[in-house]
């Protein structure tokens, strides 16, 4: 699998995310600047890591959803290529247009970094085929903005849709209030595109993939994207 | 000279906050009155925050060497060999009266100045901890402070990209009027790869880096190095804004030059900016500095040279440039959209000349701006010693369950989670030891090695025993790194204390420092870096001595760490260490008893030092299981939060007969750990220990869902865990 | 020419600062107010004096960038 990680000015989970990657595929990722034109032949998967992109300056991703790469972003999407945002990167890809919705400051105001359990709603999905369907997997989040905002149709749309591939939940994968860490409408950690190839997510995979993190939950995000790509190879 | 200036009276200089008899000192090293320009620019470079006048002196004799120290105190951080090649670069500062005036942005700009100290030596940061100190949660601003400081501090750090992983978090009245903020920053290097700030070669262009210069903060350094009084809420327009997302822009930039070989010198612009930065460039490098400031990016109109020179806008550095490297080292700083300009030139005159307009501004001797900063040698007087307290004359109030249960829910010992999730402390992934331990423990880069780092000191300790309580922060920052399994390696200090023209203070810090001297000594944990900060006071009510000590440490292998909690029920828990049972300056004998008294516990550097060796070997040869090491609040105290992050219990056995109960549980006496090791290895080691001569014993064992002693009350695990996870958010919330 | 771009939020979109903003002023005993909404403001400076010209680009400007027109709402002013 040939990945390609988005770099614009104030990301700063490129390496994670690079790590998570090579260990998963075996391969080095190509890091593209954000004012490239086009992104690297053959890329299989893009994606927009976390960080604090233009410093969340006027909205979280706003800049960063109208720099020049995002047009080559676009069309790969468009042509059913696989698309992965986390954290500032859901948040890009929201501004950008290639997801519905918006992400909100936290419900409690303040940033918060702590361990939290998803629900993986769906196994059948390139983002989730490595886990089963109500798997509840660890993950961290470390976010400010991570609280998930649509109008009512939209939510609808995604819930009948089965758009909505990870859930903030219990660690007995409960979910409600109680386990809903920044407010966000009906627990709402991830969600795919219409066509089911791009995917955003709040939390972050990509550091729970070492056993040195305490914990690998994550791996199986990485492992399933690339076990997609080997099959359809 | 310019004529547009003010003029020199005797008012102006006191607002520079410089005595007559310093501005004899100009005078007389000037042969002549100084321009407005040269005035700030004194002003600046003879403070205490700049120039260390009043600390200088006693600085000297701190330990700053060991084979592997590169760079002691001196430049930007301190640098230590950690082996294959590999350096650490680290050092903690103050930024305590702007966070008091304005919190978010005070807090947010320490944690940039420390950052740039230890990414202009080369060194990319991969870990922040910190120090605060706030006053009583009584007291009407605590919440508000305390509110914006974390909020700063993780605005900051969280959106420049390096995890924060450790700290300390305190609150006394003392701090009331003055609250500290210290940051410390760690980053990594290659060992022959650091970047110096002295300047080298003659007609080398000098290149201003970052955002551009504005009004802020003028005066900052000054501010520094002033107590507060009535009128300190005026001062709120001198402090400086914050930008992390420039600071993460000018850090790529930075590495990239700097691997592109452009680099002679750099060095940050921090405390009294475009000056220090300039002066001490070219001073350290027996060169002078001919500056023009029309060259200097302004995003104000009409800045004077007073005020371009004494600027702390943020996120700016200066580097002296290879020429050759000019179009290569702009090219890559354009592509990060920052401001690259050169704005003057190394010259053989050992002058500093600043220009502006086509006028020389100031004109001065460039190594004489710092060496002939004033040196104090201030009267200092010790203060009596306090009386020791027995335990025998201590009457438990409560029992020992009940007294358990009030200590874990105190200010003093509760969780700090409320503080450390409003940090990022997982970026880079290579946290392999979270907030809430003994010390944060990092992964370097893809492994096997690993960082220990630690910060502390126990203020109330240096202001009953200034001597004890400095040697008693670095000790515990050593056994804060050893209980994890890290060797430790060196040392950076931040020295907060009053004002030091007063005797006592002077004489609180002199003798922390001998006791820090001794520590360091003693331990082979020499100090690399460091910062002081006086003037902590507020109409004459001095903060409590606060040596903060951060402390960094190393493991060959990163797996073989130790946390404290507890891994399995059945085991065999031990204490290493003499336990006569110290309450003086306990927390239980203050928060219990309601005495703030006595002598602290005192410290014996050798058992420290034979005590950790011996826990730390059992650490790498997997026999401990667990390690914690004991510090306030005691050994029960360090039991219970050991079985609060596991949710298993301990069944204890009773107190010595020896020793006093209450003494024996909550005392403070130093040099301590509890290890756990499996039930069938207990035997052995006890045995060897005898053997070392290492005091060891077996207190109980490990499982069941209460702390149990014989003979008391059990206190189950959950309902401690309730009241240690409780307190903070509820206070922080209106609601303790 | 100086113009001023309002930007709100819609109504309806939770506010969670215009909340917190509300207790804040209650606590410190300001009487009286009912709600807090909290919005942006953009001073802009055009180049030219073709009042029209300005209008349409800083329409362009609040519908491109400065707001997301999902959740929030803007107004223009020209203040001379």
């Known amino acids: 699998m040939k990945s390609a990680v988005l770099v614009f000015p104030g990301i700063n989970r490129e390496r994670d995310m690079a790590r998570a990657l090579k260990l998963a595929s075996g391969n080095e990722t190509a890091m593209v600047w954000h004012a490239e034109t086009s992104l690297p032949a053959g890329t299989d998967l893009v994606v927009v890591p976390g960080g604090f992109s233009y410093g969340d300056y006027l909205r979280c991703g706003a800049i960063a959803a109208r720099a020049p790469v995002m047009d080559a972003v676009r069309d790969f999407a468009a042509k059913g290529g696989l698309v992965l945002g986390v954290c500032n990167g859901f948040q890009i890809l929201c501004e950008a247009g290639l997801l519905p919705g918006v992400l909100m400051r936290n419900a409690r105001l303040k940033f918060i970094c702590k361990d939290v359990h998803l629900r993986v709603e769906r196994s059948n999905t390139p983002f989730t085929r490595g886990y089963n369907a109500g798997q509840v997997i660890r993950v961290p989040v470390a976010h400010g903005e991570g609280n998930y905002e649509a109008d009512e149709e939209t939510l609808k749309r995604l819930e009948g849709e089965g758009r909505v591939l990870y859930r903030y939940c219990s660690a007995d994968g409960a979910v409600g209030e109680h386990a809903n860490i920044n407010g966000a409408a009906h627990s709402i950690a991830g969600i795919v595109s219409e066509r089911g190839n791009v995917l955003g997510m709040m939390p972050h995979p990509e550091n729970h993939v070492e056993d040195i993190m305490g914990c690998t939950d994550g791996r199986g995000l990485f492992a399933g994207l690339v076990a997609h790509m080997d099959r359809a190879a | 000279m310019h004529s547009n200036e003010p003029k020199i009276t005797p008012e102006l200089v006191a607002s520079h906050g410089l005595k007559p008899d310093e501005y004899e000192r100009i005078l007389k090293l000037i042969g002549r009155e100084p321009t407005f320009t040269e005035l700030g620019i004194f002003s600046a470079m003879w403070n205490e925050h700049c120039s260390y006048k009043s600390s200088r002196i006693h600085l000297r004799g701190l330990p700053t060497k060991a084979p592997w120290v590169i760079q002691g105190p001196g430049e930007n951080a301190g640098v230590i060999d950690i082996g294959d090649g590999q350096a650490v670069v680290f050092k903690m500062e103050s930024h305590n009266h702007p966070s008091y005036i304005e919190p978010y942005q005070g807090a947010t700009t320490g944690v940039g100045g420390i950052l740039r100290d230890v990414f202009t030596m080369g060194a990319r940061p991969i870990a922040c901890l910190n120090a605060l100190s706030f006053g009583a949660p009584e007291h009407p601003k605590t919440r508000h402070l305390v509110s914006g400081v974390v909020a700063g501090v993780g605005g900051y750090g969280n959106s420049f990209g390096v995890p924060t992983v450790g700290g300390q978090v305190r609150f006394h009245t003392r701090y009331d009027g003055n609250i500290l903020v210290n940051a410390m920053a760690v980053g990594l290097a290659d060992a022959d790869k650091i970047f110096y700030a002295a300047a080298s070669g003659v007609n080398m262009p000098i290149v201003y880096l970052g955002s551009k210069t504005g009004r802020d903060g003028i005066h900052g350094a000054s501010m520094a190095s002033a107590e507060f009084d009535d009128d300190s809420a005026e001062k709120r327009p001198t402090v400086q804004v914050g930008d992390p997302f420039a600071e993460k822009l000018l850090l790529e930039a930075c590495l990239e030059i700097m691997a592109a070989d452009c680099v002679i010198a750099i060095q940050d612009m921090g405390a009294a900016g475009l000056t220090c930065s300039a002066v001490e460039m070219g001073a350290k490098g027996d060169l002078g500095v001919d500056l023009d400031l029309d060259a200097v990016p302004t995003r104000e109109t009409g800045m004077s040279a007073y005020e371009m020179m004494l600027s702390e806008s943020q996120e700016r550095m200066l580097m002296v440039l290879k020429p050759e490297k000019e179009k290569e080292a702009e090219a890559i700083f354009r592509k990060w959209g920052l401001d690259f300009a050169v704005v003057g030139y190394t010259t053989p005159s050992k002058r500093f000349v600043v220009k502006h307009g086509g006028d020389v501004m100031a004109d001065l001797p460039i190594k004489e701006l710092g060496d002939e900063a004033p040196l104090y040698d201030r009267p200092h007087v010790g203060q009596p010693a306090r009386a020791v307290i027995a335990a025998r004359e201590v009457t438990p109030p409560i029992g020992i369950a009940q007294a358990l249960q009030k200590l874990i829910a105190t200010p003093e010992l509760c969780s700090k989670r409320w503080v450390w999730e409003q940090y990022d402390h997982v970026i880079l992934g290579n946290t392999v030891q979270r907030p809430g331990g003994d010390a944060a423990v990092i992964r370097v880069e893809e492994g096997p090695k690993g960082l220990a780092l630690t910060v502390d000191v126990t203020p109330r300790y240096c202001e009953a025993d200034p001597y004890q309580g400095g040697m008693q922060a670095v000790a515990e920052a050593w056994r804060n790194i050893t209980a994890v399994g890290g060797r430790p390696l060196a040392i950076t200090d931040n020295l907060n204390f009053g004002n030091p023209e007063r005797p006592e203070i002077m004489g609180q810090f002199v003798g922390c420092l001998k006791g820090i001297s001794e520590a360091c000594r003693a331990l082979d944990f020499p100090v690399v870096s460091g910062n002081v900060s006086l003037y902590n006071e507020t109409n004459g009510r001095g903060i409590l001595p606060t040596p903060s000590i951060g402390g960094v440490g190393v493991l060959d292998d990163f797996t073989k760490s130790a946390s404290l909690a507890f891994k399995a029920g059945g085991e065999a828990i031990l204490l290493i260490g003499e336990t006569q049972g110290w309450l003086g300056q306990s927390v239980y004998l203050r928060d219990i008893c309601g005495r703030e008294e006595g002598a602290p516990p005192p410290v014996d550097l050798a058992a420290e030092k034979r005590n950790g060796d011996v826990v730390r070997g059992m650490i790498h040869a997997g026999t401990a299981t667990a390690a914690h090491d004991i510090s306030d609040g005691g050994l029960l105290v360090a039991l219970a939060e050991m079985a609060m992050a596991s949710g298993i219990g301990a069944q204890l056995l009773a107190a010595p007969a020896s020793t006093v109960p209450h003494a024996f549980w909550f005392g403070e006496d130093q040099a301590r750990y509890v290890v756990t090791v499996p039930a069938a290895e207990a035997g052995l080691v006890l045995a060897k220990m005898k053997g070392a001569g290492v005091p060891c014993s077996r207190i109980g064992t490990t499982g069941g869902d209460a702390i149990a002693i014989v003979g008391e009350d059990a206190v189950s695990v959950a309902s401690l865990k309730d009241g240690f996870e409780s307190w903070l958010p509820a206070y922080m919330a209106g609601k303790a | ?80």
């Open chain 3, 1 to 80: 020419m100086k113009a001023r771009v309002t930007v709100t939020l819609k109504t309806g979109i939770l506010d969670p600062q215009g909340k917190a903003i509300e207790g804040a002023l209650k606590s410190l005993g300001v009487d009286g107010i009912a709600s807090v909404r909290q919005g942006k403001v953009f001073d802009i400076e055009l180049a030219g004096a073709d009042k029209a010209k300005a209008e349409a680009a800083l329409k362009d400007a609040a519908d491109k960038l400065l707001a997301n027109t999902v959740i929030e709402n803007y107004r223009v002013e020209l203040l001379g």
